[in-house]
């Protein structure tokens, strides 16, 4: 069993910058990918952003150029870098990670973000 627990949310104006950290129990080295999922009151959860094991990083349209996903392997934690931030990325912001030859998925348990404008 994998654990995730992300922190790093909380209240921040437009234009704004916060850091979210995702800290796993495992080797995330090990991991097929972790990634990021926001979800939005109302709306479904939508993928964010997420890295690789070969370190490969993708990124929704939306954030492109403003989020920046990041990892540092040896404190098994990925990290997501959210600048120029706007309202709409208002969200519970979840850390995902894909897991062995079925690439099961495990999901913390969210944290806040909230953007005033």
């Known amino acids: 069993q994998v654990h995730l627990v992300e922190s790093g949310g909380g209240l921040v104006q437009a234009g704004g910058s916060l850091r979210l950290s995702c800290v796993a129990s495992?080797?995330?080295?090990?991991?097929?990918?972790m990634g990021w999922y926001r979800q939005a009151p109302g709306k479904e959860r939508e993928w964010v952003a997420m890295?690789?094991?070969?370190?490969?990083?993708n990124y929704a349209d939306s954030v492109k150029g403003r989020f920046t996903v990041s990892r540092d392997v040896a404190k098994n934690a990925v990290y997501l870098q959210m600048n120029s931030l706007k309202p709409e990325d208002t969200a519970v912001y979840y850390c995902?990670?894909?897991?062995?030859?079925?690439?099961?998925?495990?999901w913390g348990q969210g944290t806040q973000v909230t953007i005033s404008s």
């Open positions: 995902n990670a894909l897991i062995g030859v079925l690439s099961e998925s495990y």
């Open positions: 495992g080797n995330i080295f090990s991991f097929n990918a």
């Open positions: 890295i690789t094991k070969g370190g490969s990083l």
